[in-house]
């Protein structure tokens, strides 16, 4: 830690936010150990430097950034809880955290176990899965970045902080070539980092836990980001011999250079790490206890804590990363014991003076017994508080003296959410009075909703399946004309359902659509031509079309004529709508002969009616009247005088 003084110690910002000692510095900003004077917590301030802060680019992606990141609760995730400008300064209020960060354990470990390298990455992608689906990538993922907190828990920091400094101006070119190890090839090539880019980053990371390196390494940077672009990451195993093939088959599915190849997002890569660790028979996640170092300052919100780890001289040595991974107590340091010194040569002494020593022993003992009966807390019955709700327990309780702790929450079939399951000590025991009980309160039944799973690989949905807690059942084929081929159609039990652990999910693959053999209806009428068209399986779409050819109501042609089609595929179908229809002509007053040629030359026929001997040679009316519009070949009837 640099816990010195600077001219803004001791300036309030914003009439808010109280700035102590400096705690680290690095390329982007200072972080300095503050107080808000608010809510009267501790908190740090991360300052950015003045030359940043006067790029009105940067300041404008930094206040969007940071708005994104305070948006995010996760108990994975370092929280922003506040961002401001004070004059010409620019800083973010975050959560002030204890410990050290995975970097320092890597240099103090060399590597990881396989159980210990998903111990730390299974919270980083539960945060980097929230900040996902909050729609926030993390484009700087590191083991500076990953914090383990002083109880063992890993937090994830500067959510979004790498896009503010990249998007605002070339001088930021440091940051990028101090975090060029975990950068993925399209990351490399100017691409904007997204979360397929966060997937590349935490399996360069996974790696680099397993084989204690990471995967490039060059003169400069520049061949370090080159070697990203051109080279496949090796398999853990190659470095390490023994290193199991599921976890190489998670470094490849992380760190594959095409992004489309990828796991899609940090979700699809939990869930295959999840899927990993049940077939290899690891153990639940634990926290990672006790490691505290003295770390580097990376731009990242890390406080290590100033105990010091007291050891002896003669026993200050480095574990070898074999010797460091197969120790029991994982990733602890404690405290070394001073070196036992030679005993002298015990003299020989007297039966009276062994019996001496014997009388004084039992007299301290008999005065301890006495001292501890005097002074033995008084002992109270425990009551029972199952089935009591935590506000209830807590009063029954403290009635009787006793203080209420709590355990996580547990999932219970038959005791309902928010009501306790069990005590520590339980109920009719004794315990002493002012002691704590500790109980466990039900989180209600354990359920698991099924995942949407539509139009997903099947890999994918296992995946996700096993990852959601869930049990992998069958596969059933079935044709489906709006889901490709070899994707998911839907789910049994069906999406959304809310299950117990372990159900079995059952799963419909498309096979892609049917492919059926078309009709040929030419000749027959529409209502029978849609019929036989629906019961091949298709569908019809009819269109009309005059025809002197072809009577009113029938199909002319269609489309397809012939041959296959896919089911549910349409068919078109033309109908005759009949004669076109004509506008009748005026032949009143006309002579029959030029009537005649008239309603010839128009389409039409003529019928004469006449009631003059001989016949007449006038129209005088005519049926249908001029103007009219009737199928062409109709007859025209006209009387003439």
């Given amino acids: 830690m640099d816990n010195a003084a600077t001219p803004l110690t001791g300036k309030v910002l914003n009439e808010r936010y109280l700035v102590g000692s400096r705690i680290a510095s690095g390329g982007m900003a200072v972080v300095y150990e503050g107080t808000d004077t608010r809510l009267e917590r501790r908190v740090a301030l991360k300052v950015m430097h003045t030359g940043m802060a006067s790029d009105p680019l940067f300041v404008e992606s930094f206040v969007r950034e940071a708005r994104s990141a305070a948006a995010l609760s996760h108990p994975n995730i370092v929280a922003v809880h506040d961002q401001g400008t004070d004059s010409c300064e620019i800083y973010l209020v975050m959560e002030f955290v204890t410990g050290s960060t995975l970097r320092d354990l890597l240099r103090a470990r060399g590597r990881l176990s396989v159980n210990e ?62 975090t060029v190890a975990y950068l993925a090839p399209e990351q490399v090539q100017g691409g904007t980092g997204n979360e397929r880019s966060d997937v590349y980053s935490a399996g360069v990371l996974l790696f680099e836990m397993l084989t204690g390196k990471p995967p490039y390494d060059g003169d400069t940077p520049a061949i370090v980001a080159v070697r990203h672009v051109n080279e496949d990451v090796p398999a853990p195993s190659q470095l390490i011999p023994g290193s199991p093939a599921a976890m190489d088959a998670l470094v490849a599915g992380a760190t594959n250079r095409d992004p489309s190849v990828r796991y899609s997002d940090a979700q699809g890569f939990l869930a295959a790490v999840r899927a990993t660790r049940q077939r290899l028979g690891l153990p639940a996640i634990a926290a990672i206890g006790g490691f505290i170092a003295e770390p580097t ?4 919100l890390i406080v290590s804590t ?38 002298p040569e015990v003299r020989k002494k007297s039966r009276k003076g062994l019996v001496a020593f014997l009388l004084v022993i039992a007299l301290a003992v008999a005065a301890g017994a006495g001292a501890w009966a005097l002074g033995r807390t008084p002992q109270v019955v425990v009551p029972k508080v199952v089935g009591l709700t935590e ?115 059952n799963l419909i693959v498309s096979k892609g659509p049917e492919i059926l053999k078309v009709p040929n209806v030419t000749g027959q009428t529409s209502s029978a031509a849609q019929s036989a068209v629906s019961k091949a399986g298709f569908k019809s779409a009819v269109s009309l079309q005059y025809s002197e050819a072809v009577a009113k109501g029938v199909v002319i042609s269609q489309t397809p004529s012939s041959g296959t089609a896919a089911r549910d595929s349409t068919i078109k179908l033309v109908v005759s709508n009949g004669p076109p229809l004509v506008t009748v002509p005026n032949i009143v007053s006309k002579s029959l002969s030029q009537a005649t040629s008239i ?31 009737r199928p062409k070949g109709s007859t025209i009837v006209v009387d003439v005088f």
């Fill in 297 to 300: 300052f990376h731009d990242t």
């Fill in 306 to 343: 100033d105990s010091p780890v007291t050891s002896s001289p003669s026993s200050a040595t480095t574990p070898s990363p074999a010797a460091a991974s197969s120790d029991p107590e994982r990733f602890k340091t404690g405290v070394l014991s001073n070196p036992v010194p030679n005993e």
């Fill in 391 to 505: 506000l209830q327990a807590k009063a029954a309780l403290s009635k009787v003296a006793f203080t209420a702790e709590f355990a996580d929450d547990s999932f219970s079939e038959t005791v309902a959410a928010g009501k306790v399951i069990s005590s520590d000590p339980v109920a009719g025991e004794q315990a002493d009075e002012k002691s704590a009980v500790t109980l466990t309160v039900s989180k209600g039944p354990e359920r698991y909703t099924i995942p949407n799973l539509a139009k997903r690989t099947v890999t994918d949905a296992e995946a996700a399946i096993t990852g959601s807690n869930l049990t992998v059942g069958t596969t059933t084929q079935a044709y489906n004309s709006t889901v490709g081929k070899g994707l998911v159609v839907s789910t049994s039990p069906k999406a959304g359902s809310s299950v117990k652990r372990d159900t079995v999910v």
């Fill in 599 to 629: 309603l010839s030359a128009a389409g039409f026929k003529i019928s004469v009616r006449t009631n003059i001997p001989g016949g007449g040679n006038i129209v005088v009316q005519q049926s249908p009247g001029a103007g009219s519009s």
């Fill in 117 to 178: 390298a998903l111990d730390v990455l299974e919270p980083v992608l539960d945060a980097l899965s929230a900040a996902h689906a909050a729609g926030l990538a993390h484009r700087d993922v590191k083991p500076e970045n990953i914090l383990i907190t002083s109880d063992g828990r890993i937090k994830v920091a500067d959510f979004g902080l790498a896009r503010a400094v990249s998007g605002a101006t070339q001088a930021t070119r440091g940051v990028v070539i101090g």
